[in-house]
Nanobody
């Protein structure tokens, strides 16, 4: 089992950057694939980026490609989301999630563990 805690959210102007971090407890973090999701007010939670257990494979939804980068550091039990060129439409609660399968997955329902979220607000 793994517990996840997000940090790094905040208020930033359009065009700015933020780095979100997901800290995980548990000795088997390196076996999990990680996903970053977001949920804007009134909208469904959606996948933003994902990374497999080894870090070799990554996935990004089209609207963040070239702007966001997902990474992991298994020595630190962390998975980060670097967000550049932020836009007001990136405003949302951001969540990290883990799946025991280790394989990069894109469906919300396939993730077993979730953090509490961190809020990102991008002003225009």
């Amino acid at each position: 089992q793994v517990q996840l805690v997000e940090s790094g959210g905040g208020l930033v102007q359009a065009g700015g950057s933020l780095r979100l971090s997901c800290a995980a407890s548990g000795r088997t973090f390196s076996r999990y694939a990680i996903g970053w999701f977001r949920q804007a007010p009134g909208k469904e939670r959606e996948l933003v980026a994902a990374i497999n257990w080894s870090g070799v494979s990554t996935y990004y939804v089209d609207f963040v490609k070239g702007r966001f980068t997902i990474s992991r550091d298994d020595a630190k039990n962390t998975a980060d989301l670097q967000m550049n060129s932020l836009k007001p439409e990136d405003t949302a609660e951001y969540y990290c999630a883990a799946t025991q399968s280790g394989v990069l997955l894109t469906s919300l329902g396939q993730y077993n563990y979730w953090g509490q979220g961190t809020r990102v607000t991008v002003s225009s």
